[in-house]
């Protein structure tokens, strides 16, 4: 078992993500600057910005971790010391970090600062966690390639004093953690700087060459033609086997995904950490929160290479997400005297249509909304206008994030 409880480390793609990272229970949040990151699509965070989500996370007693990992040029190994200065400056607690050349200049320059090895690196053996450990290593995060008798045997054989980092749940690549060409062969745009067009998920045929414009389609009986569409990993309910193979930190992948996600999955991960922990030898995870995951864009579920291949590990019959709930709006405070909910609309809605509420740290709750009015007060029977402020009836305040949300339909329609 590992020594101490697993810490539930979530994306933080901008200032709103890392706010609901936070707010559900993320005990970390991993997070870029403007440069030597790995999602290039990003807002990520300026110094000025990356201080203050410091201040505010540490504030909460949670801890930051900042993104060095991209493949680096000649031209930013230049930049790389007065970045590593910089980041020092924002009191950012660790570095995810890729390259020997990066984990060596910061180990150097800014020793105050943990150094997290990233999946990037491909570590599959106690040998490399070990060595990197004598290099300055403070924790890796494992290749997501493998399975739970070599997490085990990794944890195992490595210092005490070092961390393991696993992914738990968010999309998985095809190519060895992370590390793909394809992007850049076929669109010139390269996944390992953090600009992946994603043509895993693209559908696929086959043209002869003297047949121009003649497709033969690739498939197998059914149609399916999505022939490297990796399916989303989704490890909730293996907390425990995780914990006891000596593993520290459970990973969120998603930074480039939406609040919601991050709220959505910072949230059960922390219930279902909070729950394994109690008593890991006899842990279940509830029904709720099983259901809870698939509240979000997703693919179909997987448990990755964690029990060995995975029998079914590719998407076949679509290159995009299950969609089947979406937010309505967030609350932003409450009207005592009138008894409203204060709140910003995300999609529209309309009165007596039925809602989740999403509280932070405090499970779901069933509402039909009686009444709504716009920000002046007045009576409206639908709130259609996006980030537009209203109001809704509730007889007692909410916590400020929780999140009003409702089923759709599969072309998108509100149930």
């Given at each position: 078992?590992?020594?101490?409880?697993?810490?539930?480390?979530?994306?933080?793609?901008?200032?709103?993500?890392?706010?609901?990272?936070?707010?559900?229970g993320a005990d970390a949040v991993y997070l870029g600057g403007k440069?030597?990151?790995?999602?290039?699509?990003?807002?990520?965070?300026?110094?000025?910005?990356?201080?203050?989500?410091?201040?505010?996370?540490?504030?909460?007693?949670?801890?930051?971790?900042?993104?060095?990992?991209?493949?680096?040029?000649?031209?930013?190994?230049?930049?790389?010391?007065?970045?590593?200065?910089?980041?020092?400056?924002?009191?950012?607690?660790?570095?995810?970090?890729?390259?020997?050349?990066?984990?060596?200049?910061?180990?150097?320059?800014?020793?105050?600062?943990?150094?997290?090895?990233?999946?990037?690196?491909?570590?599959?053996?106690?040998?490399?966690?070990?060595?990197?450990?004598?290099?300055?290593?403070?924790?890796?995060?494992?290749?997501?390639?493998?399975?739970?008798?070599?997490?085990?045997?990794?944890?195992?054989?490595?210092?005490?004093?070092?961390?393991?980092?696993?992914?738990?749940?968010?999309?998985?690549?095809?190519?060895?953690?992370?590390?793909?060409?394809?992007?850049?062969?076929?669109?010139?745009?390269?996944?390992?700087?953090?600009?992946?067009?994603?043509?895993?998920?693209?559908?696929?045929?086959?043209?002869?060459?003297?047949?121009?414009?003649?497709?033969?389609?690739?498939?197998?009986?059914?149609?399916?033609?999505?022939?490297?569409?990796?399916?989303?990993?989704?490890?909730?309910?293996?907390?425990?086997?995780?914990?006891?193979?000596?593993?520290?930190?459970?990973?969120?992948?998603?930074?480039?995904?939406?609040?919601?996600?991050?709220?959505?999955?910072?949230?059960?991960?922390?219930?279902?950490?909070?729950?394994?922990?109690?008593?890991?030898?006899?842990?279940?995870?509830?029904?709720?929160?099983?259901?809870?995951?698939?509240?979000?864009?997703?693919?179909?579920?997987?448990?990755?290479?964690?029990?060995?291949?995975?029998?079914?590990?590719?998407?076949?019959?679509?290159?995009?997400?299950?969609?089947?709930?979406?937010v309505a709006g967030v609350v932003t405070g409450y009207d005592a005297?009138?008894?409203?909910?204060?709140?910003?609309?995300?999609?529209?809605?309309?009165?007596?249509?039925?809602?989740?509420?999403?509280?932070?740290?405090?499970?779901?709750?069933?509402?039909?909304?009686?009444?709504?009015?716009?920000?002046?007060?007045?009576?409206?029977?639908?709130?259609?206008?996006?980030a537009a402020p209203f109001m809704m009836d509730y007889p007692e305040?909410?916590?400020?994030?929780?999140?009003?949300?409702?089923?759709?339909?599969?072309?998108?329609?509100?149930?």
């Amino acid at each position: 078992m590992t020594r101490k409880k697993p810490e539930v480390l979530a994306p933080a793609g901008d200032r709103e993500r890392l706010e609901a990272a936070l707010r559900f229970g993320a005990d970390a949040v991993y997070l870029g600057g403007k440069a030597f990151q790995m999602r290039a699509n990003t807002k990520s965070f300026t110094q000025e910005q990356l201080a203050d989500a410091v201040r505010l996370a540490h504030g909460m007693g949670r801890r930051v971790y900042l993104t060095c990992n991209t493949l680096l040029t000649n031209e930013e190994a230049e930049r790389l010391p007065r970045f590593l200065a910089e980041a020092r400056e924002t009191g950012v607690d660790a570095l995810i970090v890729s390259d020997i050349g990066v984990l060596m200049t910061a180990h150097r320059t800014v020793p105050e600062l943990e150094l997290h090895i990233s999946t990037q690196a491909g570590v599959t053996n106690y040998l490399t966690a070990t060595e990197l450990f004598r290099l300055g290593a403070r924790r890796v995060v494992l290749a997501r390639e493998l399975s739970l008798e070599e997490i085990a045997g990794v944890c195992s054989h490595i210092p005490q004093e070092m961390d393991v980092e696993v992914f738990v749940h968010g999309a998985m690549c095809m190519s060895v953690s992370g590390r793909c060409l394809l992007s850049q062969y076929l669109t010139g745009r390269d996944a390992n700087r953090g600009a992946c067009t994603q043509p895993c998920r693209w559908q696929y045929a086959l043209m002869e060459q003297k047949r121009p414009g003649e497709y033969f389609p690739v498939e197998e009986e059914g149609g399916y033609s999505y022939i490297l569409n990796a399916k989303d990993l989704c490890l909730i309910e293996h907390l425990d086997q995780l914990a006891r193979a000596g593993v520290t930190s459970f990973k969120i992948e998603g930074r480039a995904k939406s609040a919601y996600y991050t709220a959505v999955t910072a949230g059960a991960y922390r219930a279902a950490t909070d729950l394994m922990w109690q008593d890991p030898e006899h842990y279940r995870c509830p029904e709720w929160l099983k259901e809870e995951v698939t509240k979000i864009s997703h693919r179909d579920y997987t448990t990755g290479f964690l029990f060995g291949q995975p029998p079914a590990g590719q998407c076949y019959e679509s290159g995009g997400y299950i969609r089947r709930w979406e937010v309505a709006g967030v609350v932003t405070g409450y009207d005592a005297a009138q008894r409203r909910l204060l709140c910003e609309q995300r999609n529209k809605f309309e009165i007596g249509q039925k809602l989740e509420l999403l509280l932070p740290l405090q499970g779901v709750r069933q509402y039909t909304p009686k009444a709504l009015y716009d920000a002046a007060g007045n009576p409206v029977p639908s709130v259609p206008h996006a980030a537009a402020p209203f109001m809704m009836d509730y007889p007692e305040a909410l916590p400020v994030g929780t999140l009003l949300r409702m089923p759709i339909t599969p072309d998108g329609a509100v149930k």
